[in-house]
């Protein structure tokens, strides 16, 4: 039997059914079942939701569009209207315009039916979408009818060290590895490593595992970490950085740095005229290190950075995928210290790298420092001079 009760309030507004039988709470009197289309007022009472105005039909009514609200301030604000690969703007109660008969429309790269996926966030006048089938993408807005879509871009924007190259002073049956990456200004960004002389792409296959061949005998080795530098026709690999596995004198299958093979069935066709480098040094056969026999690595002169660290491979054991593991031994090179001075306008950069614990010395208009040795593993710390 229905029983009429007078409730002064609905401060409480819906109540989760796990409540519905508790009576004892004062939550319990002021709260309802189910409200629909209202908003509840801090004051206590309710009133109904107001209705939509309608604006214009969207451009694809076959399409389960989106709106997305975008607003810079009190005065600039904006609902975004997604579709299947295409957004438009809506302001004041009407489509922005191109003219004064199109409306204005950017092309996005995201389809109808993967946008109940699509999550965002807005910072000023740049909104960031994210995917899990896409790239990650920043909406910026100039003006009412300027809009951009571009990737995030996740690499540093330190340029990396390049030309690197390695001089032996004796020849031996030992073989290091140098990796070289340039720090900013600050100190809170590292660059990519950088890349030794380039050697020229002949061809990129469109399969899983992607092979390259190169014009000549490219000289590395499986496990390796390269940078294809440029790919024209196929961009989806140019800038990035990949594991080999050695497949002839001139050609190598590709891997990510997850060691899983890149598949590049559905990318762009490389058209030729591309370039590759190793993503680190590796020297001629060399006597063990000492004060006498040293290794100086050398690369192009750089400005508005801070410092050069230097990454030395000091075993190669095998990882349990066969490949090698390769940890590294860290030097940094400081601008700012008396140890190695360099002027930010100096054309190119060398460091020699030996094994004796002298102390570490300058160039001639600077003073000597000296660094107490430290052992590591039964071995005295690499000293490093300037020359």
Same mark, same amino acid.
């Given at each position: 039997?229905?029983?009429?009760?007078?409730?002064?309030?609905?401060?409480?507004?819906?109540?989760?059914?796990?409540?519905?039988?508790?009576?004892?709470?004062?939550?319990?009197?002021?709260?309802?079942?189910?409200?629909?289309?209202?908003?509840?007022?801090?004051?206590?009472?309710?009133?109904?939701?107001?209705?939509?105005?309608?604006?214009?039909?969207?451009?694809?009514?076959?399409?389960?569009?989106?709106?997305?609200?975008?607003?810079?301030?009190?005065?600039?604000?904006?609902?975004?209207?997604?579709? *299947?690969?295409?957004?438009? &703007?809506?302001?004041?109660?009407?489509?922005?315009?191109?003219?004064?008969?199109?409306?204005?429309?950017?092309?996005?790269?995201?389809?109808?039916?993967?946008?109940? #996926?699509?999550?965002?966030?807005?910072?000023?006048?740049?909104?960031? @979408?994210?995917?899990?089938?896409?790239?990650?993408? *920043?909406?910026?807005?100039?003006?009412?009818?300027?809009?951009?879509?571009?990737?995030?871009?996740?690499?540093?924007?330190?340029?990396?060290?390049?030309? #690197?190259?390695?001089?032996?002073?004796?020849?031996?049956?030992?073989?290091?590895?140098?990796?070289?990456?340039?720090?900013?200004? *600050?100190?809170?960004?590292?660059?990519?490593?950088?890349?030794?002389?380039?050697?020229?792409?002949?061809?990129?296959?469109?399969?899983?595992?992607?092979?390259?061949?190169?014009?000549?005998?490219?000289?590395?080795?499986?496990?390796?970490?390269?940078?294809?530098?440029?790919?024209?026709?196929?961009?989806?690999?140019?800038?990035?950085?990949?594991?080999?596995?050695?497949?002839?004198?001139?050609?190598?299958?590709?891997?990510?740095?997850?060691?899983?093979?890149?598949?590049?069935?559905?990318?762009?066709?490389?058209?030729?005229?591309?370039?590759?480098?190793?993503? @680190?040094?590796?020297?001629?056969?060399?006597?063990?290190?000492?004060?006498?026999?040293?290794?100086?690595?050398?690369?192009?002169?750089?400005?508005?950075?801070?410092?050069?660290?230097?990454?030395?491979?000091?075993?190669?054991?095998?990882?349990?995928?066969?490949?090698?593991?390769?940890? &590294?031994?860290?030097?940094?090179?400081?601008?700012?210290?008396?140890?190695?001075?360099?002027?930010?306008?100096?054309?190119?950069?060398?460091?020699?790298?030996?094994?004796?614990?002298?102390?570490?010395?300058?160039?001639?208009?600077?003073?000597?420092?000296?660094?107490?040795?430290?052992?590591?593993?039964?071995?005295?710390?690499?000293?490093?001079?300037?020359?």
């Amino acid at each position: 039997m229905t029983q009429n009760v007078i409730q002064p309030s609905f401060a409480a507004g819906e109540l989760s059914p796990k409540l519905y039988a508790r009576v004892d709470q004062a939550m319990y009197r002021v709260g309802a079942r189910k409200m629909l289309n209202f908003f509840v007022h801090p004051a206590g009472g309710a009133s109904n939701r107001p209705g939509t105005e309608f604006v214009g039909a969207v451009k694809d009514s076959a399409i389960r569009g989106r709106l997305i609200p975008f607003q810079f301030n009190t005065q600039h604000t904006y609902v975004l209207e997604f579709g *299947d690969q295409v957004m438009r &703007v809506i302001k004041d109660g009407g489509y922005v315009l191109s003219d004064p008969d199109t409306i204005y429309e950017i092309p996005t790269p995201y389809a109808g039916e993967d946008l109940p #996926l699509l999550k965002y966030t807005q910072s000023a006048d740049v909104m960031t @979408f994210c995917h899990p089938n896409y790239q990650p993408q *920043d909406l910026s807005r100039a003006g009412d009818a300027e809009w951009t879509f571009s990737p995030v871009s996740f690499y540093p924007t330190v340029t990396r060290p390049s030309g #690197l190259s390695a001089v032996v002073a004796t020849g031996g049956s030992s073989v290091y590895r140098y990796k070289v990456t340039a720090v900013n200004g *600050d100190d809170t960004e590292e660059s990519l490593p950088g890349i030794a002389p380039a050697m020229g792409i002949t061809a990129i296959s469109k399969a899983k595992p992607t092979v390259v061949a190169t014009g000549s005998a490219h000289g590395l080795q499986t496990g390796d970490e390269i940078c294809i530098v440029t790919a024209p026709g196929m961009p989806e690999v140019a800038g990035g950085y990949f594991l080999i596995v050695v497949t002839g004198a001139t050609s190598f299958s590709l891997r990510k740095l997850d060691n899983s093979d890149v598949d590049s069935t559905g990318y762009g066709t490389y058209t030729g005229g591309g370039a590759l480098g190793a993503a @680190f040094i590796r020297t001629a056969g060399s006597a063990a290190l000492s004060s006498t026999n040293t290794i100086t690595v050398s690369w192009a002169g750089q400005s508005g950075v801070s410092k050069f660290n230097i990454y030395r491979e000091i075993s190669a054991p095998l990882d349990i995928s066969g490949h090698p593991a390769r940890p &590294v031994s860290k030097t940094t090179i400081s601008n700012r210290t008396q140890a190695i001075r360099r002027p930010r306008s100096a054309t190119r950069s060398r460091v020699r790298i030996g094994r004796a614990p002298s102390p570490i010395t300058s160039s001639a208009n600077s003073s000597p420092i000296r660094r107490r040795s430290r052992r590591r593993s039964g071995r005295r710390r690499p000293a490093i001079s300037r020359t």
